[in-house]
């Protein structure tokens, strides 16, 4: 109600036009409303380029560090997400071109198909940055965390669902190790004791996203074991109640892991 109100209070605005509220008991700072639609319910690409005009133009004003968005238009507008996918970046990156006052941007997309749709155009536009560019995998690690004598598995949140080995991508001026150490912290609660090394998996079809690279650690979790981050669930299992719906190449994984402790073992 009081975002309502706020918005009625700020009156009406032409089509492509942004304003901003507060977030009311929302944990944000503002509300960017975009009028990515009509009178009518209908929109058009040029619509939702104006709107990303005018919602970076708020940026700036604000002094906004962090912005999330949907994709627009996608929804009532019933607009593509591919060609809106390409405004999006495109504006974004123009806004970046001149001013780099942001320091986060989030897409937030539930649908795979729109999700996949962005992927593929951010891929397109970075390899078209220079006439010369190297299509490389992308560099990540996956942590098998023994706890409470199991393994901690976590369920996604995100595409591709399932459970799956805690892990994720290798920020630039990390090492292999301290993106262990994070990733397990941020999906599992964890901290991480006696950190090694046990395999490299590159098979270019293990992610269905992109071509990752993962190096796989093993680690003996401390503390107490809490979801966060991407993870909707973080459980404890053994090789005997697995779960069937397993992302990735992790059951694969996880198979050659059961096999290195027994051998260890015996």
């Given at each position: 109600k009081i975002i309502e109100k706020e918005a009625i209070e700020k009156g009406k605005i032409e089509v492509g036009e942004a304003i901003f509220t507060t977030s009311g008991k929302l944990p944000f700072k503002y509300i960017i409303h975009a009028a990515t639609v009509d009178e009518k319910f209908k929109s058009d690409y040029g619509i939702i380029r104006n709107c990303m005009k005018n919602i970076y133009k708020l940026v700036d004003t604000l002094g906004i560090k962090s912005i999330s968005f949907p994709a627009l238009g996608c929804g009532t507008g019933k607009l593509k997400s591919n060609e809106v996918a390409r405004i999006m970046v495109e504006e974004?990156?123009?806004?970046?071109?001149?001013?780099?006052?942001l320091e986060e941007i989030n897409f937030v997309l539930y649908k795979k198909i729109d999700y996949e749709n962005f992927c593929n155009v951010f891929e397109t536009y970075f390899r078209n940055l220079t006439k010369k560019t190297y299509k490389n995998p992308i560099p990540t690690v996956d942590i098998?965390?023994?706890?409470?004598g199991g393994i901690v598995l976590i369920e996604r949140?995100?595409?591709?669902?399932?459970?799956?080995?805690?892990?994720g991508f290798v920020e630039y001026?990390?090492?292999?190790?301290?993106?262990?150490?994070?990733e397990a912290k941020e999906e599992t609660g964890l901290d991480l004791e006696n950190l090694r090394q046990f395999k490299t998996y590159s098979n270019p079809g293990r992610d269905?996203?992109?071509?990752?690279?993962?190096?796989?650690?093993?680690?003996k979790g401390k503390g107490n074991l809490k979801s966060g981050d991407d993870a909707k669930k973080a459980?404890?299992?053994k090789r005997e109640n697995l779960p069937e719906n397993i992302a990735f190449d992790h059951k694969n994984i996880l198979?050659?892991?059961?096999?290195?402790?027994?051998k260890l073992r015996s």
């Open positions: 974004t990156m123009i806004y970046f071109s001149k001013k780099f006052n098998i965390i023994e706890y409470k949140k995100n595409y591709p669902f399932g459970w799956a080995i805690p892990g001026g990390e090492s292999c190790e301290e993106t262990a150490i994070r269905p996203r992109f071509h990752t690279i993962s190096t796989v650690f093993i680690a459980e404890i299992f198979m050659e892991y059961f096999y290195f402790k027994n």
